[in-house]
Nanobody, 114 residues
Framework: QAHVVESGGGLVQAGGSLRLSCTAS????????MGWYRQYPGKQREMVAI???????DYRDSAKGRFTISRDNAKNTLYLQMDTLDTNDTAVYYC????????WGQGTQVTVSS
């Protein structure tokens, strides 16, 4: 059973930056694709960015050019660098590991103030 933990959320002003981190233990980290999702209150979780085990990436349109997903397999850590944040980015952000099942973290709140 993978243990997935996100960190790095917080309060930031519009136009600012945050870097989210996700550590995953008890799994063969480098073997799996991983991703960042976010969820607005009362809404379904939506994909923000995905990175395959080979390092290929994909982003939702609103994240392209502003967010960067990366991974450090030596540290079992996934990152999401978020720049030029706006109020629409306010949400709970979740890390997902696509193993034999999808493993989720507990989420980290990102709040962008105007």
């Amino acid at each position: 059973q993978a243990h997935v933990v996100e960190s790095g959320g917080g309060l930031v002003q519009a136009g600012g930056s945050l870097r989210l981190s996700c550590t995953a233990s008890e799994i063969n980290f480098s073997a799996y694709s991983m991703g960042w999702y976010r969820q607005y209150p009362g809404k379904q979780r939506e994909m923000v960015a995905i990175i395959t085990r080979d390092g290929n990436t994909d982003y939702r349109d609103s994240a392209k050019g502003r967010f960067t997903i990366s991974r450090d397999n030596a540290k079992n850590t996934l990152y999401l660098q978020m720049d030029t944040l706006d109020t629409n980015d306010t949400a709970v952000y979740y890390c997902a590991v696509f193993g034999f099942q999808v493993y989720w973290g507990q989420g980290t709140q990102v709040t962008v103030s105007s």
